[in-house]
């Protein structure tokens, strides 16, 4: 699978709460990204990285912030303005850019209590 | 920006018998098509890709084709087995640096 983690496994959101899911990756990839998943609409692309420090808005960025101050890690913040976060956060990396292979992490299952 | 619509949502066969699995694009600049696998409880995992320069490409009993002309790329597999059984997601993209957009993926099921 990978050296790509992600943690933890379940989060629990309090409304207007930040929470912030986090993607670990030894693999030596300059390129990381942020999925959300949702019954029947795939992987929605939430945001890139393509290098340390440089980041790009994906489909669904509103919500939702990012950083990239090391090239391993690639966390994912869910802000309180993100008023349906309920679904499945996958992490992946890869080489380079985006037309590699992408790795993916077991992902994150955000839940809003 | 591009939009790649996926069908069938879910497909049952019989083990042994073939799935295909149709995609289409929208943007024509698109030239990168990489196909995920799914199981139950797991990561999406790559299974074959295929680029705009080539028609066809096969690995052991999956295939995918594309049509440039029709903007439709398909993921055939033949010889169906249980462990076949997960979500394929097909995906797009028009260049390096630019963003992968996924299909609502296709639920297969193949029955013993």
């Known amino acids: 699978d990978g050296g790509i983690t992600q943690s933890p496994k379940y989060l629990f959101r309090k409304e207007g709460q930040n929470v912030t899911l986090s993607c670990e990756q030894n693999l030596n990839h300059d390129a990381m990204y942020w999925y959300r998943q949702d019954p029947g609409q795939g992987l929605r692309l939430i945001y890139y990285s393509q290098i340390v420090n440089d980041f790009q808005k994906g489909d669904i960025a509103e919500g939702y912030s990012v950083s990239r101050e090391k090239k391993e890690s690639f966390p994912l913040t869910v802000t309180s303005a993100q008023k349906n976060p309920t679904a499945f956060y996958l992490c992946?990396?890869?080489?380079?850019?985006?037309?590699?292979?992408?790795?993916f992490g077991p992902g994150t299952r955000l839940l809003v209590l | 920006g591009e939009n790649v619509e996926q069908h069938p949502s879910t497909l049952s066969v019989q083990e042994g018998d073939s799935a295909v699995i149709k995609c289409t694009y929208s943007?024509?600049?698109?030239?990168?098509f990489p196909w995920y696998k799914q199981e139950l409880g797991k990561r999406p995992q790559l299974i074959i890709d295929i680029r705009s320069n080539v028609g066809e490409k096969k690995d052991q009993r999956i295939a995918v084709t594309l049509n440039k002309t029709a903007k439709h790329f398909s993921l055939h597999i033949t010889e169906t087995q249980p462990e076949d059984s997960a979500v394929y997601f097909c995906a797009a993209s028009r260049s390096a640096g630019n963003k992968l957009t996924f299909g609502g993926g296709t639920r297969v099921l193949v029955k013993p």
């Open positions: 992946a990396s890869s080489l380079r850019d985006i037309q590699e292979t992408q790795y």
């Open positions: 943007d024509s600049a698109s030239n990168y």
